[in-house]
């Protein structure tokens, strides 16, 4: 069964850089299907991010795109969410998910998500 | 970008209830939607995808039907396991990935 854990700081000053890693257990991440970030604002709905594929194909959600950067590092079995320029909006429980086989697919299996504040 | 719209925001169910929510898309999405369940503090469960595919482990009492801008998810009966949040979001090709602003379905 696979499993995937995000990690990283709970707490980023604002104008810096989030970053977060996700590691994925029970399935190898070359083996196929695209992985992602969704994030939750407190008390709003969900966001999509991004997606990427080992091969190196990355889809992004529009309004984020120019801050966002997700990679793998598949020696690792992990993948990795980078947003530059981070402001209180960013704040919210950030998931890492697997999708499908193509990058517009349902995500099936879903991280227990970590909260990243941004802070003035 | 498809925005999609569910009604209605917040519902109020009893044990039992057949309980339906809908999902509404700016444009066509063809079968390109799926529904999820979400319980405070916890991660999204994906319950339905392709409109109407049940995932696996889902109770059949959750069923989910539409096609082109509008969809339903149907609970025939409501169990109390099943008082969340419920989304939904369109995977349409090419298109970034949108979900629905929720609805919420709490005890009478």
């Known amino acids: 069964q696979v499993q995937l854990q995000a990690s990283g700081p709970g707490l980023v000053k604002s104008s810096e850089t989030l970053s977060l890693t996700c590691t994925v257990s029970?399935?190898?991440?070359?083996?196929?299907?695209?992985w992602g970030w969704v994030r939750q604002p407190p008390g709003k709905g969900l966001e999509w991010i991004g997606n990427?594929?080992?091969?190196?194909?990355?889809y992004y959600n529009p309004p984020l795109k120019s801050r966002v950067t997700v990679s793998m590092d598949t020696s690792k079995n992990q993948f990795s969410l980078k947003l530059t320029s981070v402001t209180a909006a960013d704040t919210a429980v950030y998931y890492c998910?697997?999708?499908?086989?193509?990058?517009?697919?349902?995500?099936?299996?879903w991280g227990h998500g970590t909260l990243v504040t941004v802070s003035s | 970008d498809i925005q999609m719209t569910q009604s209605p925001a917040t519902l109020s169910a009893s044990v039992g209830d057949r309980v339906t929510i809908t999902c509404r898309a700016s444009?066509?999405?063809?079968?390109?939607l799926a529904w999820y369940q979400q319980k405070p503090g916890k991660a999204p469960k994906l319950l339905i995808y392709?409109?109407?595919s049940l995932e696996s482990g889902v109770p059949s009492r959750f069923s989910g039907s539409g096609s082109g801008i509008e969809f339903t998810l149907t609970i025939s009966s409501l169990q109390p396991d099943d008082f969340a949040t419920y989304y939904c979001?369109?995977?349409?090709?090419?298109?970034?990935?949108?979900f629905g602003g929720g609805t919420k379905v709490d005890i009478k």
């Open positions: 029970g399935y190898s991440i070359t083996s196929g299907f695209y």
């Open positions: 392709d409109a109407s």
């Open positions: 444009q066509t999405i063809s079968r390109w």
């Open positions: 998910a697997r999708a499908g086989y193509t990058g517009y697919d349902p995500f099936h299996y």
């Open positions: 990427i594929y080992h091969g190196g194909s990355t």
């Open positions: 979001q369109q995977y349409n090709s090419y298109s970034p990935l949108t």
